[in-house]
């Protein structure tokens, strides 16, 4: 049976709201939808929650969660790469004699993915031949059929040529952005790669409310519209 090791990742430090991790979103902090449906999850051997402040350690203490250490400085800049962060966690844990083959990385800015959702994307990818999946969702109104730049002399030019005069939404081909719910890689590949999307990563959808993604102030005001409102929100 291959080892998941399930890591979120909350820094103290964010620029688009202060505080963001344990900003409320309903009646708790946003970082506690995350752990709770991370702790739901039947797929991921062991989870760890990896951060430098000590109010956010204390928090996933609350909640039973492995927080083995507050994570040094220079992991934790604003411009620190994720898999840095996730390199110095699998590296504490394999000092303590703990080896895993995956890794699944959960933010904390995207609360509405559901335990359902991380064990069909880990049973996903270990019933594939790729080595890493990323969470996706349709792009639509940003499709690039859609999209113009400005000439020089002001005049717009479709970025992408298309053949029919009058593009409806079910002429074109979806296309997909990487929404950030659920990342999953081989730990072998990631450290090797140092980047979870290349030639071998797969894609999980997931319906737009879900990809909600929250970095500033409009993103937790429409969070709030989506948890209020059960009609935005289907299944699953």
């Known amino acids: 049976m291959k080892k998941i090791l399930g890591i979120i990742l909350a820094r103290a430090g964010s620029k688009g709201i202060k505080n963001k991790n344990i900003v409320k979103l ?7 939808w995350t752990i709770e449906t991370a702790i739901k999850s039947k797929k991921i051997t062991d989870l760890v929650l990896s951060t430098d402040s000590k109010k956010i ?18 992991f934790s800049k604003d411009k620190t790469p994720s898999v840095d962060a996730i390199e110095h966690t699998i590296n504490f844990l394999k000092k303590k004699g ?15 993915r559901s335990h359902y959702d991380i064990d069909r994307s ?5 019933n ?10 349709k ?41 950030g719910t659920i990342y999953i890689s081989k730990i072998s590949t ?17 319906p737009k409310w879900k990809s909600i993604e929250i970095d500033d102030i409009l993103d ?12 935005l929100r289907k299944s699953a």
């Open 26 to 32: 309903g009646n708790k902090p946003l970082i506690s």
């Open 57 to 74: 350690a204390a928090l996933g203490k609350k909640y039973s969660i492995n927080v083995p250490f507050l994570r040094p400085s220079k």
């Open 98 to 112: 703990k080896i895993y083959d995956y890794v699944v990385l959960l933010e904390p800015t995207s609360p509405f």
């Open 122 to 126: 880990i049973n996903k990818i270990l």
């Open 128 to 137: 594939s031949s790729a080595n890493a999946l990323v969470s996706v969702s």
């Open 139 to 179: 792009i639509d109104s940003l499709n690039p059929a859609f999209l113009y730049e400005k000439s020089k002399k002001n005049l717009l030019k479709p970025i992408k040529k298309i053949k029919l005069k009058y593009l409806r939404r079910q002429d074109i081909d979806s296309i997909f952005f990487i929404e």
């Open 190 to 206: 990631l450290l090797e790669k140092r980047t979870f999307c290349h030639y071998n990563t797969i894609g999980y959808e997931v």
């Open 220 to 231: 937790l005001e429409l969070a709030k519209i989506i948890l209020k409102n059960k009609k």
